[in-house]
């Protein structure tokens, strides 16, 4: 009789255990709505980008993310196989295709490399899902704060590269462009599959530029 309660004591911690609630996010769609604060009554340029939109596409070791604004439309399409990163710029009529190696990924996130995150108590609930929060801190002392949910687990998480680190999907995170604060908040989680196209490059339209060269904006169409 001993034995079996022990053994039911041990299956209620298993079934229990918050691992137990993850799942494994490899293909779906998740939606986020963008706000940004400008501390300012002053309109301001980046105020055309409040009320813009980030969708990632999710296709096992593929992820696309797209952001809309009223300025244009600005995506980025990683490749964990090849490890190559595209990136799509287009503004008005001009569209930019950005070649980037893993490396030079890397380079333009390096303000992320560092980041550290400290956990508390706190929680709320985003899109059904409770989230915790975790404040992260930049090397240069910058600090952010993310809601994220535990629940959902990526295999690929370098399309946030700042919040790469988390034990979750981030639900709501804060990025720091300048002065800015600018609030992402997930509005959409989908599980429906991602069409394979939805990762092709283009072959033609594009400026073509190397991302050294795009610092210079020079390239070729």
């Not at 340029?45 to 969708?55: K, V």
């Not at 609930?125 to 989230?131: D, E």
């Not at 720091?176 to 991602?194: A, D, E």
Request: proline share 3%; glycine share 8%; with cysteine.
């Amino acid at each position: 009789m001993k034995i079996s309660l022990r053994l039911l004591a041990l299956l209620f911690l298993i079934i229990s255990s918050p691992s137990w609630a993850q799942k494994k996010f490899t293909e779906g769609t998740i939606s986020y709505d963008i706000v940004i604060n400008t501390s300012s009554d002053k309109p301001q340029a980046a105020d055309l980008l409040d009320g813009a939109t980030s969708t990632v596409y999710i296709k096992g070791g593929k992820t696309r993310t797209e952001m809309v604004s009223s300025l244009g439309v600005q995506s980025t399409i990683i490749d964990e196989v090849s490890n190559k990163v595209q990136i799509l710029k287009e503004y008005g009529g001009q569209k930019y295709l950005i070649n980037m190696t893993a490396a030079d990924w890397a380079d333009a996130n390096k303000k992320f490399e560092n980041v550290s995150f400290t956990y508390n108590d706190d929680t709320k609930t985003i899109l059904g899902y409770t989230c915790k929060k975790a404040i992260g801190k930049l090397a240069d002392g910058t600090e952010f704060t993310v809601w994220y949910t535990p629940s959902l687990v990526l295999g690929n998480k370098d399309f946030q590269f700042a919040n790469r680190s988390l034990p979750g999907l981030a639900m709501q995170y804060e990025s720091i462009i300048g002065n800015l604060k600018v609030t992402y908040t997930v509005s959409k989680i989908s599980t429906n599959p991602v069409p394979a196209a939805k990762f092709d490059i283009p072959h033609s339209g594009y400026r073509v530029m190397t991302y050294e060269e795009s610092k210079g904006k020079k390239g070729k169409s």
